[in-house]
């Protein structure tokens, strides 16, 4: 079965400073997606980034960009520059490529972006 | 934009009672689920329905029942509300071919007292 670790369940950054959290998983498969998920508080979760793993070239997104390392099995997100709105809780998810009904998640890490 | 609705963002039942969840999406996607987030446990699958009146089973099904009599639309019922149902409940849509994201409700927050 598959899993998905968050070791960090809270963290905080400055503000314009970089933070990286950790997601570490673990698979038997070799074709699968990544993701990094981000809820603010009392709002909806939104995808932030998304990376798949027969892609070598890790993903960016503006300010967001992942740490892909396949052979590891860890895909760590770094946020440049953080702003106050990026203060939320992030989740990592795993899902397969033959199944995209089978996402699974890490138990969330907790950003706060301090003034 | 996808959007995905769900019927309320607070509901507070009572032990015993039969609660509907209901969560409505607008684009046409063939798979919908319904996930509880606990704080450090993250999201955990009850159900998921891969087309209209089909249903598969998540990890923790039990006290749990979904209904889908139409594409847009998959409803959570809970038969018989217990306080260990207390949660926040999301639902979430995907399409069934492409780069395999989810797009999410905003969430119920229920409270069975």
């Known amino acids: 079965a598959q899993t998905v670790t968050q070791s960090q369940p809270e963290m905080s950054v400055q503000e314009a400073e970089t933070v990286t959290l950790s997601c570490t998983y673990d698979t038997s498969e070799n074709n699968y997606y990544l993701f990094w998920y981000k809820q603010p508080p009392s709002r909806q979760m939104i995808l932030v980034i998304r990376q798949e793993a027969y892609k070598q070239q890790n993903a960016t997104e503006n300010r967001f960009s992942v740490n892909f390392q396949k052979a590891a099995k860890s895909f760590s997100l770094k946020i440049s520059d953080s702003q106050l709105g990026d203060t939320a809780m992030y989740f990592c998810?795993?899902?397969?490529?033959?199944?995209?009904?089978?996402?699974?998640f890490g138990a969330g890490t907790r950003l706060t972006v301090k003034p | 934009d996808v959007k995905v609705t769900q019927s309320s963002r607070y509901l507070v039942k009572r032990t015993g009672e039969k609660v509907f969840l209901e969560c409505v999406q607008d684009?046409?996607?063939?798979?919908m689920f319904w996930y509880r987030q606990d704080p450090g446990l993250g999201l955990r699958l009850i159900y998921f329905?891969?087309?209209?009146?089909?249903?598969e089973k998540g990890d923790i099904p039990e006290g749990y029942s979904v209904s889908r009599e139409k594409k847009e639309r998959f409803s959570l019922i809970l038969e018989s509300a217990s306080t260990n149902q207390t949660s926040m409940y999301l639902c979430?849509?995907?399409?069934?071919?492409?780069?395999?994201?989810?797009?999410f409700g905003p969430g119920t927050r229920l409270t069975v007292t």
């Open positions: 979430a849509s995907s399409s069934g071919q492409g780069l395999r994201e989810q797009y």
């Open positions: 684009m046409d996607h063939e798979n």
């Open positions: 329905s891969y087309d209209v009146k089909m249903k």
């Open positions: 998810a795993f899902t397969p490529s033959y199944n995209n009904n089978d996402m699974r």
